[in-house]
């Protein structure tokens, strides 16, 4: 392998998972992202730079995330791992339900595809593989990697993943709060078994979802109500969980984004988004910031700078 300096730049898209009924299977990329540049160098060790979100919190060597999910890649790939140089940016919130740690693991997983251009090949299935074998679930991983609006399952032959084209009369609004959720607490929340009824209603609205969000966004707020795992994670988050319910009651389709604690809010049409706003604003006694995003369609990127230092 050529051992010359080459940089590669990588940008991230953060997600939102479950999208209310899906537990676990759907999710959707938004315009939010973390860049990062990373500089494999012919002497070993690891040298990390973060600015932005977390720059206060992750650490600096090699068990930060990028840098394992790198130097799991390059494993998987029966080639040794190079000196390496990490320039993070990070815009994703940590800990607020938007994908961070499944763009930590998509960044590092997507630069090392760049870095060993022209010695490895990795197919699509590969990325989600080995992305899989790090988050534990394919639900945010598959969007960050894709784009789109993505339906992920589980094979015995690995995960797979299918990307749909979200309506453009679908216009997300995400509330960030100033306090985080750990995902681990989150699903300790949630019960080995739950009713038939539950379980049945929520693969109706799953499926219901689906054409909401592709065809018929008017079918948005029946789309989202869930049974399955919400309800479960209130005692965890009950600020969320109060704001959802004021949401829905004005006639928003809002849900927990991803394992929470920050809100997701289809609207159906941009206009509606600030009298979302409002509603927030004026029934909470915290900040809520509004993100007003667009639906990311292109993924994780990688431009490949060969001699670059």
Known sequence: MNTAPRTVSVRVPATSANLGPGFDTLGLALSVYDELEVTALPEPGVEVHVAGEGAEDVPRDASHLVVRAIDHTYRAAGVPLPGLRLRAHNVIPHGRGMGSSGAAVVSGIVAAKGLLEGVVDFSDDDLLRLATEMEGHPDNVAPALFGGLTIAWLTPEGPQHKKLLVHRGVSPLVFVPGFTMSTSLARSLQPLHVPREDAVF?????????????????????????????????????????????????????????????????????????????????????PWEALMLAVDFKGATVKNTEGST
Do not use: C, W
Request: avoid cysteine.
């Open 202 to 286: 929520n693969v109706s609205r799953s499926a219901l979802l689906i054409a909401a969000l592709t065809q018929s966004p008017e079918l948005l707020m029946a789309a989202t109500e869930d049974k399955l795992h919400q309800n479960y994670r209130a005692e965890a988050m009950p600020e969320t969980l109060r704001l959802v319910q004021a949401l829905r009651d004005a006639g928003f389709a809002a849900v927990v984004s991803g394992a929470g604690p920050s809100i997701l809010v289809l609207a159906d049409g941009p206009g509606r988004r600030l009298e979302a706003a409002d509603i927030v604003a004026n029934a909470s006694d915290t």
